[in-house]
């Protein structure tokens, strides 16, 4: 069973910075579509940046282009977001998502058959 587990949000001030990590067990890193997601309450979650970690090949949501940065640790099987020149409206809970039938499909973002992490809570505040 895939289990993920996202670390390092908090509150931050608009303009600050967060690294965001997401920690992948009982996978092999490299075979699987990775992606950071957000959601915020009454609203459906929003695929924010998504990695294919076997080849590097990265995606962003244009509202992050130019701020956010998604990387991978294969030997530490972690994925990280780093998260600069942040937004009030990039409050919401953030989550990791592993999916091994996307990346098989050659997709670089993980979709219905992906596994999620519990989430970690960003607050920038204005």
Known sequence: ??????????????GGSLRL???????NFDDYAIGWFRQVPGKEREGVSCIS????TSSYADSVKGRFTISTDNAKNTVYLQMDSLKPEDTAVY???????AAQFGETCP????????????????
């Open 95 to 101: 989550y990791c998502a592993a999916d091994l039938i």
């Open 1 to 14: 069973e895939v289990q993920l587990v996202e670390s390092g949000g908090g509150l931050v001030q608009a």
């Open 21 to 27: 990590s997401c920690a992948a067990s009982a996978i």
């Open 53 to 56: 970690s076997g080849d590097g």
């Open 111 to 126: 979709g219905k058959s992906a596994s999620w992490g519990q989430g970690t809570q960003v607050t920038v505040s204005s």
